[in-house]
T-cell receptor, first 112, second 113 residues
């Protein structure tokens, strides 16, 4: 059974600082996703990572994947208040009809 | 281009009542799925479908029923609502089960009293 764990679950940071969210998973998968969710809203796709060593960047967010360590990271550079949201990683479980298995989510608050 | 449309957005049910959450997509996506989101638990898969006429159970299927008679629609039925089914429900679709991109609906917030 695929398990996905994120840490930290809660993150409060100051504007301008850097931080990393970690996503560990238990079995192999060929697709790892990062989503953003604002309060009361749906999920917004940020990145999909397909292979070992994949790195993708959009603005102040950069995601990477290490399939050997079964670890993905979401790095936040020079945080701004607009990045406050909950971030989820999710993996496609090929053995179960390609369903997405989600981590618990990291609630990020960026303070002025 | 509507994407994935969920109705209703909010619903309050009494214990024991039944209802259907609607999900429709206009992107000709083969793969559709239902998730529930509870605080601190991420999203969990209820049921999914890889095409019209084909459905299967996800991680938390008990108390829910689905059917897929058309490509566009994937309704989720609560047979006899229980307070434990209070949650936010999301429908998601993708072009195929191997797709790299999923589109999520805006969600249905359900409260069972």
């Amino acid at each position: 059974e695929l398990k996905v764990e994120q840490n930290p679950l809660f993150l409060s940071m100051q504007e301008g600082k850097n931080y990393t969210i970690y996503c560990n998973y238990s079995t192999t998968s060929d697709r790892l996703y990062w989503y953003r969710q604002d309060p009361g809203k749906s999920l917004e796709s940020l990145f999909v990572l397909l292979s070992n060593g994949a790195v993708k960047q959009e603005g102040r967010l950069m995601a990477s994947l290490d399939t050997k360590a079964r670890l993905s990271t979401l790095h936040i550079t020079a945080a701004v208040h607009d990045l406050s949201a909950t971030y989820f990683c999710a993996l496609a479980d090929e053995t179960s009809g390609s369903r997405l298995t989600f981590g618990e989510g990291t609630q990020l608050t960026v303070n002025p | 281009n509507a994407g994935v449309t969920q109705t209703p957005k909010f619903q309050v049910l009494k214990t024991g009542q039944s209802m259907t959450l609607q999900c429709a997509q206009d992107m000709n996506h083969e793969y559709m799925s239902w998730y529930r989101q509870d605080p601190g638990m991420g999203l969990r898969l209820i049921h999914y479908s890889v095409g019209a006429g084909i459905t299967d159970q996800g991680e938390v299927p008990n108390g829910y029923n689905v059917s897929r008679s058309t490509t566009e629609d994937f309704p989720l039925r609560l047979l006899s609502a229980a307070p434990s089914q209070t949650s936010v429900y999301f429908c998601a679709s993708s072009y195929s089960w191997r797709s790299r991109s999923y589109t999520f609906g805006s969600g249905t917030r359900l409260t069972v009293v």
